[in-house]
C-alpha cells in the first residue's frame, strides 16, 4: 500500500467520521495525518519495515495512534478503527457527498434519520418525494440533487 492509498483511506475515515458527526478534532487530525503522509518522501511501507513506529512518530501531524494504524494498515491493508466504523456506517454513504447539495450535515442527517447508505437508495427516497421532509434542504436543493441523480 502505498503513501496515496494510505492518505485517501485516512481521508475517507475522517470523511465518514464527519458524517457520524464525531469530534471535529479527530476528523481534522486524520485529515492532517493524510496531507503529511501523501506528500512525504519516503513510502511509509518502507518506514515501518525499517524504524517501525518510532520512525512514522517522525511525520508531523502522526501520533501514537496514527502511527499505530498506519502500520496495522502496511501489515493487513486495512485497520481495526476503519473496519468498525464501516461496520456501523456503509462506505457508501461517502457517495452522497459527490452530489452538489449534499455535505457532511445532510448526508447525515440522510443515512441516521432515513437509513440512506447509497446513490440508489437515495434515488428511491427522492422518487417517493422524501427531500421534503429532510430539514435543510429547500426547494433549490432539492432540485441540484435530483439533476446530479439523473445525470448519475
Not at 83 to 94: C, G
Not at 105 to 120: E, M, N, V, Y
Not at 127 to 152: Q, W
Request: zero cysteines; a negative charge; glycine letters at 8%.
Amino acid at each position: 500500500m502505498d503513501n496515496e492509498e494510505i492518505a485517501r483511506r485516512f481521508n475517507r475515515m475522517a470523511s465518514l467520521m464527519e458524517v457520524r458527526g464525531e469530534d471535529s478534532f479527530r476528523v481534522r487530525s486524520y485529515r492532517m495525518a493524510a496531507e503529511a503522509i501523501e506528500t512525504w518522501p519516503t513510502a511509509m511501507q518502507k518506514i515501518a519495515a525499517e524504524d517501525g513506529l518510532p520512525g512514522l512518530l517522525e511525520i508531523p501531524g502522526v501520533g501514537k495512534a496514527l502511527a499505530g494504524k498506519i502500520a496495522e494498515l502496511v501489515d493487513t491493508g486495512t485497520f481495526a478503527a476503519w473496519e468498525k466504523l464501516t461496520a456501523e456506517t456503509p462506505e457508501t454513504v461517502l457517495d452522497l457527498l459527490e452530489l452538489p447539495g449534499v455535505g457532511p450535515k445532510t448526508a447525515a442527517t440522510l443515512h441516521q434519520k432515513f437509513k440512506i447508505s447509497s446513490l440508489d437508495e437515495l434515488r428511491s427516497f427522492v422518487a417517493g418525494s422524501g427531500l421534503e421532509l429532510v430539514d435543510g434542504i429547500g426547494p433549490k436543493s432539492a432540485e441540484r440533487i435530483k439533476s446530479a441523480l439523473a445525470r448519475r
